[in-house]
């Protein structure tokens, strides 16, 4: 499986931004899709995570702002991101499961 991320930028504090990870290859294997991020100089956490028939979680700093969709038509998953705040800044990766598979990573920057 290949997962290539996009939709990252530069927004100011409040503003919105939407990611979108595509899915190539055995996608018929993809159960779950995540959304992880990474901010300097801090681990990588669990931003979002749906499952295939659509059942969604959150971190508990994004509940309320972020919401994860996909279109399985599309094999595509997306991150809606409302009222962002500069410590959203951070590298956004997807990845899905089974298998285990990244991608590339995508630069989110929210200036206060």
């Known amino acids: 499986v290949q997962l290539q991320a996009s939709g990252g930028g530069l927004v100011q504090a409040g503003g919105s931004l939407r990611l979108s990870c595509a899915a190539s290859?055995?996608?018929?294997?993809?159960?779950?899709m995540y959304w992880y991020r990474q901010a300097p100089g801090k681990q990588r956490e669990l931003v979002a995570r749906?499952?295939?028939?659509?059942?969604?979680g959150y971190a508990d700093s994004v509940k309320g702002r972020f919401t994860i969709s996909r279109d399985n038509t599309k094999n595509t998953m997306y991150l809606q991101m409302n009222g962002l705040k500069p410590e959203d800044t951070a590298v956004y990766y997807c990845?899905?499961?089974?298998?285990?598979?990244w991608g590339q990573g995508t630069l989110v920057t929210v200036s206060s």
């Open positions: 749906i499952s295939s028939g659509g059942t969604t």
């Open positions: 990845f899905v499961s089974p298998g285990g598979w």
């Open positions: 290859g055995s996608t018929f294997s993809i159960s779950y």
